[in-house]
């Protein structure tokens, strides 16, 4: 494999803030991403509630209320695994 900053001299420098801005952007999105799908995920689950409020189905408020609690506690699972990694990486 060829890389660029060994080809041409004077390259590393040059390309060197492009790639931290980029992989700081990247980063970010997918941060951003995540908190997307979150939110899109509580806007349905909400939905399925308003829907089964509407139609006066027990079953379908039961399904919905289970999904949003499910949904919560991957959340909580999530920042656990967070955590954990970063207890593991300052040790």
Known sequence: ???IWKEIP?????WRPLF?????????LHTLINRFFILGFMVLVGFSIAKSIQASSPLGLLLAIVSLGLGIYFIYLLQQLKAGREREETT
């Open 1 to 3: 494999m060829v890389y």
């Open 10 to 14: 004077g390259a590393s420098y040059s």
């Open 20 to 28: 931290l801005y980029l992989k700081t952007t990247l980063m970010f």
